[in-house]
């Protein structure tokens, strides 16, 4: 285990991964925290060609254990990964930094107890307010840490969120596109997207028709970070 720049980052391990995308590397990390009691947070970089030449596309996403796993149409987690890994694979090159913040940052059976909280009308915001929480808990620190230590300064980013744009500007790391990473709404999800759109200030079209299950466009749009 060697450490990486800033003494509290540790690469863990690099490996290869074959996908259906192609070849990726994927890259362990920890960090040490301190919030009284020493903690260690996790991340992967899945990467893919040099990223340390030009402006690399990265998508920064997080453990979601019900739209990854499960399958489940209650949000866009799932579709946004598998955008991400065939926006990269056809370029040839690029990241995504796979974060273990479950739910926003709030952890899976608090994400649960929200879901539970939204099937009686509360909205995705909602719930986390009257669980105690944040609308969003996540702290992007972390993967601009791990950008640093890529030696990766300048990104595309692949989000519909603008405070992942700012979280990344405030740790030294110049976002230079913001590109779109939309999937259409279904007839499960579309409350939580528009959720996202009215309440957190995702920029979102939701325009295709609800019920299709189709990306909202056959391409990534440019828009402004």
């Known amino acids: 285990m060697t450490p990486a720049q ?10 290869r991964m074959p996908t259906r995308w192609g070849m990726f590397n994927a890259i362990g990390f920890e960090r040490e925290v301190s ?66 913040q479950e739910g926003r940052g709030i952890g899976l059976m608090a994400k649960l107890e929200a ?19 944040k609308a969003d808990c996540r702290d992007f620190s972390l993967p601009a840490e791990i950008l640093q230590d890529l030696r990766i300064n300048r990104v595309r980013l692949l989000s519909n969120n603008p405070d992942k744009v700012k979280a990344l500007a405030e740790h030294g790391i110049e976002v230079v596109n913001r590109l779109s990473c939309e999937v259409a709404p279904g007839p499960y999800s579309l409350a939580y997207l528009k959720a996202k759109r009215e309440r957190m200030g995702h920029t979102l079209g939701l325009l295709q028709d609800v019920g299709t299950g189709q990306k909202s466009s056959e391409r990534r749009r440019q828009v402004n970070g």
């Open 6 to 15: 800033g003494g509290t980052l540790w690469r863990i391990a690099s490996i």
């Open 35 to 100: 919030n009284g009691t020493l903690q260690v947070e996790t991340a992967v970089a899945i990467v893919m060609g040099d990223v340390t030449e030009g402006v690399p596309l990265l998508r920064i996403q997080s453990q979601c254990f019900t739209g990854e796993i499960l399958g489940s149409l209650r949000c866009d987690c799932r579709d946004q990964l598998e955008m991400a890994m065939q926006a990269i694979a056809e370029e040839g090159r690029g990241l995504v930094i796979y974060e273990y």
């Open 115 to 133: 879901y539970e909280l939204q099937d009686v009308g509360l909205d995705t915001v909602e719930a986390n307010h009257a669980l105690g929480f």
